[in-house]
């Protein structure tokens, strides 16, 4: 009955997607994007496979369900019979189609169950988490979404970037961190150009669960974006956490038409304010978080 350590042991690569499953994504355009980031199973046991297998399915049955109405990306369920309750969510990225979310859910479904007999556990990938828990609570209401074993997974930074895209990265992840939590659903895919003679761009997208509130979101994604720094200036990193997602890319990894206008959510000046220091009079660059 404990919350689940993040296991640092990791997939590091996308063994799961064969050559076969790219050829057949490029030909449909579907991509659930299964690549696995993080995996963790608690240290407690069931004390009743049977009861603790009959919840589980039960809720993961009615994770489905609600994922197949196609308008959800955000799922919670319970089953409580007899000795091993089961308190369960799911969140796909909401760029994701209801077809690729459902794929995603799958896969995360069939991971976990990797987890056997633990009575808690969590599977992250690019496009979507699956956790749960023997005890409600602090899992449903959860004002606190950040939970040790938080951490940034960086895309591979051999050799140089062809395009130093840090100076983008960093202003649309500041961006994405105080917009997101202010939007409702908590979800955010944007992008940032940073004109000069490379002219690049990042691509990003911050999400929390639906369950937390504005301030457990912000303080869940001031971490992650701690994390995140970390990957810079490699060409993508994600930033992974019980109850919020961060992620950039040098390359574009949502569809166009599902970027957010996050523009109404930053404070006016928020980026970068000129302020006057009373004492010396010389302007001072404050960077707000
Ligand atoms: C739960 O589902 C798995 C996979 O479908 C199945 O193998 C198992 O028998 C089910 N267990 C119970 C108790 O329903
Ligand atoms: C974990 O799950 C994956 C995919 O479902 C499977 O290929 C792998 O063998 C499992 N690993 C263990 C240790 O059970
Ligand atoms: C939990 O169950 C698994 C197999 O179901 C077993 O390998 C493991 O030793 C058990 N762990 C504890 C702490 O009882
Ligand atoms: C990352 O780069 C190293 C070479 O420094 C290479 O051995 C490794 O296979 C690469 N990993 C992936 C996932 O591409
Ligand atoms: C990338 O750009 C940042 C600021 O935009 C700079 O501080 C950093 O030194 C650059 N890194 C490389 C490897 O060029
Ligand atoms: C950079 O972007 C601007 C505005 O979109 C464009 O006018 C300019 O040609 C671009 N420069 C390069 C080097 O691509
Ligand atoms: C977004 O564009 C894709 C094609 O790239 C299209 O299939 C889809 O319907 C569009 N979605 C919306 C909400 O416009």
Redesign the pocket.
């Known amino acids: 009955m404990m919350k689940v350590m993040m296991n640092k042991k990791i997939l ?2 996308l063994s799961i997607i064969t050559i076969s499953q790219i050829w057949w994504w490029a030909c449909v355009g579907a991509d659930p994007q299964i690549n696995l980031l993080n995996e963790g199973c608690s240290n407690y046991n069931a004390t009743s496979l049977s009861n603790f297998h009959a919840n589980l399915n039960a809720t993961f049955l009615d994770l489905k369900a609600q994922l197949l109405d196609g308008s959800k990306h955000f799922a919670t369920a319970q089953q409580a019979k007899g000795s091993d309750p089961v308190y369960a969510m799911t969140q796909c990225r909401n760029y994701l189609s209801s077809a690729d979310c459902l794929s995603c859910f799958a896969a995360a479904v069939s991971q976990i169950r990797n987890c056997s007999a633990s009575n808690g556990a969590r599977v992250i990938y690019d496009g979507c988490f699956l956790r749960y828990e023997g005890r409600a609570s602090g899992f449903f209401d959860q004002t606190v979404a950040t939970l040790p074993g938080n951490e940034a997974r960086c895309e ?1 930074q ?1 050799g140089s970037p062809a395009t130093n895209i840090t100076a983008a990265a960093e202003e649309l992840l500041m961006d994405l961190q105080v917009a997101t939590p202010k939007i409702n659903g908590f979800f955010a895919a944007s992008k940032e150009v940073v004109s000069g003679s490379g002219n690049t761009t990042a691509y990003g997208v911050a999400q929390c669960a639906e369950t937390t509130t504005e301030t457990g979101c912000q303080d869940c994604l001031k971490v992650a974006y701690t994390n995140i720094q970390s990957c810079l200036p490699g060409t993508g990193g994600r930033a992974v956490d019980a109850g919020c997602f961060l992620r950039y890319s040098a390359t574009s990894f949502f569809p166009d038409n599902q970027t957010t206008n996050i523009t109404p959510f930053l404070d006016q000046g928020t980026q970068d304010l000129l302020l006057l220091d009373a004492y010396s009079a010389s302007p001072i660059i404050q960077v707000l978080y």
Do not use: E, I, R
């Open positions: 590091t690569t591979n051999t």
